[in-house]
């Protein structure tokens, strides 16, 4: 009620493929400071999957009542018309994280790295194994892995999450020293796009497969029997044409 303006700057806030919980307390938010008389940015949204009528129709009523609204993918703006969100423009900004200012430049270093950003999802449990049964098999070919948690303790799946604890400078400075970046983590991919570092999406979730489609980086099906095994090829993949450059 003291604010003058409410800004909701990003993120994949606006869906119901998690829980309704999701928009219905976002939207919230939203409707209650047009309640009373606020001004609302919502800036830098991903949005969808919406499956439910109640998440639909939420998202739409927010959308409709910001004052300023853009968006992080086309997809997400296609969204938005697909609700029947009125605005004129629906301007595509990419996501937040693309206006961080990097603490230091990236250092070509000896031995190889692969930074691991993994969180938990439906098929989380297989996927999850694998790829630390991948690091093992990278390590032995003396190919050093870490593995990044962007959300703790959400994210410490493996047990060999060490040294971070939430602190994202030391995770942005992690990446910026990989040689390729594997991660069901949205905003590793991002962050990896914007150091030059190539990247592999593990699929969980649209928002992965669009950034993917948008680089045309290569993209895993976390569902498929041969997880593994494509997952080590592709990082050697990757790796391998590194040297060649």
């Known amino acids: 009620m003291s604010c003058d303006i409410l800004v909701c700057g990003g993120g994949g806030i606006f869906q119901d493929r998690t829980s309704v919980r999701s928009v219905l307390y976002y939207s919230l938010f939203v409707l209650a400071a047009r309640l009373f008389s606020k001004e609302v940015r919502l800036l830098h949204q991903g949005v969808g999957p919406l499956t439910t009528r109640a998440g ?7 959308f409709n009542s910001a004052g300023e609204i853009s968006v ?11 609700l029947g969100v009125k605005a004129r ?6 996501d937040a994280a693309q206006i961080l200012q990097f603490l230091r430049k990236r250092k070509n270093g000896k031995p190889k790295t ?3 950003a993994l969180r938990e999802c ?11 049964a991948v690091s093992k ?3 032995a070919s003396g190919i050093r892995c870490r593995f990044v948690p962007f959300q703790v303790p959400q994210d410490k799946l493996t047990g060999l999450e060490r040294g971070f604890n939430g602190d994202y400078k ?3 400075k992690e990446i910026s020293r990989a040689d390729v970046v594997a991660g069901s983590r949205y905003h590793s991919l991002i962050l990896a796009d914007m150091h030059g570092i190539p990247f592999i999406g593990l699929n969980y979730d649209a928002k992965i497969q669009n950034f993917c489609g948008l680089k045309k980086a290569p993209l895993l099906e976390l569902s498929k029997k ?3 095994e494509s997952l080590e090829s592709c990082i050697m993949k990757v790796l391998k044409k590194q040297r060649r450059k």
């Open 56 to 62: 639909r129709f939420l998202a739409r009523a927010a």
């Open 122 to 132: 439906r098929e989380s449990a297989r996927y999850i194994k694998d790829a630390v």
């Open 72 to 82: 992080r993918d086309s997809e997400s703006g296609k969204a938005l018309r697909e």
């Open 114 to 116: 692969v930074v691991f």
């Open 170 to 172: 030391k995770i942005i």
């Open 89 to 94: 423009r629906i301007p595509v900004t990419g």
């Open 226 to 228: 041969d997880f593994k």
């Open 137 to 139: 098999s990278l390590k």
